[in-house]
């Protein structure tokens, strides 16, 4: 078309725009098209006034243009508070060269490329909503087929984006930390460390300014899981019918903030989304979470368990978690209101950390010492069904702070290299010792 410039945002009939247009941001100019009534290249040419008038009058925000240009047959005015408009003939156009701003010339169908927090029963359920939500609210008025693609991310040192790996036609991230990048063009999350720089947070502040973008990145980390974050959104700004995903959205809360029932369903792996979340957390093949997450959104979870690609990964992951809780029932020594075990001698590289108060449940604190190929850890929890007054119990992350370690005031950890063992194992001799008085004066 000969213009240089990058059209930044998509089309947004449901969205910003009113229903009977059509909008798209084109290098910081909003521009709409009328999709209804007369032809706009005709209004164009023959009352340019009117119709800019009339655009104006429809959108407040865009209210007295103070300069007016005209580029390749394009009308570009810039609004009293920064706000630039453009509208033009040529935009109809554009809706009919462009199908969508990043496609490629010629291609047929639109990319969407879905990036989600890798290895997480909440960050697969993230990346199936949205696919859902997209296919449902937006891709209908794209006028072109839609293909989603899906890759995880996963914390790391360093820098966490690979730019390079931002090829689709449209770019999301859920369930993960804030990208600056201009190539994404969808956000969600409910993370309290969101933005890994001041830098980005105020990209995401200056976002939800902008009446297009702000509709596109999504943020509260009030929300238990980024799942329960999009389906609000969905349904609040867009239509979203979340109706047949009620079993999902519940689960990806269940799961994420950890808010199990009792001990025996965090353990026993009754339910679905306890066996998924298993086996999504165990997985070491890159293209089994891509495969899965279509099908979250397309049926029950039992059916999901049930297909045959997901099926046999269960029972070895079953038989694993099996042996840890046999082994931690052998190992525990329960006084005062204590467990304490040593498992150190089974290297493992994770068990679940509500084994403990399943087997004992009227425990308050858990101290479990075990090793994996990297290190010797000291965990150091609480029951979170304990009927305790929060107020009276031990802060376990000033305890885990005293050796190096850290975490939550309910739950923390103490890393040791494996070769300082037997400081792991005196560490947690004093913590079990000091909580056991603590739990002495509970009764
Ligand atoms: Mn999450």
Not at 63 to 89: D, F, H, W, Y
Not at 194 to 218: E, G, I, M, N, Y
Not at 228 to 243: M, R, Y
Not at 393 to 398: D, E, I, S, T
Request: hydrophobic share 40%; charged share 20%.
């Amino acid at each position: 078309m000969g213009m240089d410039g990058q059209i930044s945002l998509s089309y947004n009939r449901r969205g910003t725009f009113q229903e009977d247009d059509f909008g798209l941001v084109y290098d910081g100019f909003v521009c709409v098209v009328p999709l209804t009534g007369t032809d706009p290249a005709a209004a164009w040419r023959r009352e340019p006034d009117v119709l800019v008038a009339r655009w104006i009058q429809k959108y407040p925000g865009m209210q007295k243009p103070l300069r007016a240009k005209s580029t390749e047959g394009l009308l570009c005015l810039t609004g009293a508070a920064g706000t630039r408009m453009l509208v033009a003939s040529a935009v109809a156009v554009i809706a009919v060269s462009m199908p969508h701003p990043f496609m490629d010339q010629g291609a047929d169908f639109l990319r969407v490329r879905v990036f989600y927090h890798d290895k997480c029963f909440d960050g697969a359920c993230s990346a199936s909503l949205f696919t859902r939500f997209h296919r449902e609210c937006i891709a209908p008025s794209l006028g072109v087929p839609v293909e989603y693609e899906f890759h995880g991310l996963v914390h790391r040192a360093g820098a966490l984006f690979t730019e390079s790996d931002f090829t689709g036609d449209e770019n999301v991230i859920v369930d993960f930390k804030y990208s600056a990048s201009p190539r994404i063009t969808w956000w969600f999350d409910h993370h309290q460390s969101a933005f890994l720089t001041p830098a980005d947070h105020a990209h995401f502040q200056a976002c939800l300014l902008d009446p297009v973008c702000s509709r596109r990145k999504f943020f509260d980390p009030a929300y238990t899981s980024c799942t329960s974050f999009l389906a609000h959104i969905g349904v609040t700004q867009f239509g979203f019918d979340v109706k047949p995903l009620a079993e999902l959205i519940c689960w990806a809360d269940i799961v994420d903030g950890a808010k199990y029932e009792s001990p025996e369903s965090a353990v026993e792996m009754a339910a679905p989304a306890m066996k998924l979340t298993l086996i999504i957390e165990a997985t070491q093949d890159p293209e089994f979470i891509p495969k899965l997450i279509p099908l979250l959104t397309e049926m029950p979870l039992q059916e999901v368990l049930r297909q045959p690609f997901v099926a046999h990964l269960l029972p070895p992951l079953m038989e694993q978690h099996s042996r840890a809780i046999e082994l931690i029932r052998e190992r525990a020594e329960y006084r005062d209101g204590t467990i304490f075990f040593d498992i150190s001698d089974h290297p493992m590289e994770g068990f679940n950390k509500f084994i403990p108060y399943y087997l004992f449940p009227e425990a308050i604190y858990s101290i479990g010492l075990s090793k994996s190929s990297f290190r010797t850890k000291v965990a150091v929890g609480s029951n979170p069904w304990t009927k305790i007054d929060p107020e009276t119990m031990v802060n376990l992350a000033q305890v885990c702070e005293r050796y190096g370690g850290g975490g939550h005031a309910r739950v923390g950890a103490i890393s040791f290299s494996p070769d300082r063992s037997d400081e792991a194992r005196a560490a947690a001799k004093v913590i079990v010792a000091e909580l056991r008085e603590a739990g002495l004066r509970e009764k």
